[in-house]
């Protein structure tokens, strides 16, 4: 996040960083799922298309990483909801199956971290901390002979961690994650959007960007 000529500017990296915490902080602390899956799957989306605009390709292999069994399911589960909570061009009466999108979430989350790794560097302690929940909850799941990214910090924590069940394990990660708060995510506007020139935004024109008259 950079301020400029008393404006405030964000780059895609510190986007994608600021959604996948959002979504590790509702998951840890039971907030509305339906909310995070949304987080996640903008997440997921702007990883990609940056990874595919720089050339880099796929970030992560699910069907190289996630063992056999749980591969579909995994991508089936995270494309359909996602699409069904942003559009009703087709299905506006219809409804879809929520029934484990918290368990959902959960691995999506821990997706888009590796996602996050594969493309930039800063390894947070809020994604390194999930990083190390997701190995206790869900050991069968992952390749994980694929994935050395564990920090040495967060390694002990999963130690500690290990003896709890879910509920205890999240309330206890929760707790570890508002000692290291994320200050410059705490923003304040200040401007008033209705008195001020609209934002500025110097890169290519995004269909009906900005045309809102207030």
């Not at 595919?52 to 990483?65: E, M, N, T, Y």
């Not at 089936?76 to 299905?91: E, G, I, L, P, R």
Request: neutral net charge; charged residues 30%.
């Amino acid at each position: 996040m950079r301020v400029e000529d008393g404006r405030t500017y964000v780059d895609k990296e510190e986007v994608a960083r600021r959604l996948i915490h959002s979504s590790i902080r509702n998951i840890l602390k039971r907030d509305c799922a339906l909310t995070t899956h949304l987080i996640l799957g903008s997440a997921t989306t702007l990883l990609q298309e940056y990874a595919k605009s720089i050339g880099k390709g796929v970030l992560i292999d699910i069907d190289k990483l996630v063992r056999p069994e749980f591969a579909k399911g995994m991508k089936d589960a995270m494309n359909s909801h996602y699409n069904f909570f942003k559009h009703a061009n087709f299905d506006a009466g219809l409804s879809i199956d929520v029934t484990n999108i918290s368990q959902s979430n959960e691995l999506e989350a821990f997706r888009a971290i590796v996602e996050y790794w594969a493309l930039f560097e800063p390894r947070t302690h809020q994604m390194s901390l999930y990083f190390s929940v997701i190995t206790i909850l869900y050991p069968d799941l992952y390749r994980w002979e694929l994935l050395e990214n564990e920090k040495p910090s967060t390694a002990r924590i999963r130690q500690e961690l290990a003896a709890y069940g879910k509920a205890d394990t999240f309330r206890l990660a929760a707790k570890a994650l508002d000692l290291h708060p994320f200050l410059e995510e705490i923003q304040e506007d200040k401007q008033q959007i209705y008195r001020k020139a609209p934002p500025h935004y110097d890169g290519p024109p995004h269909r009906d960007m900005f045309k809102r008259k207030f």
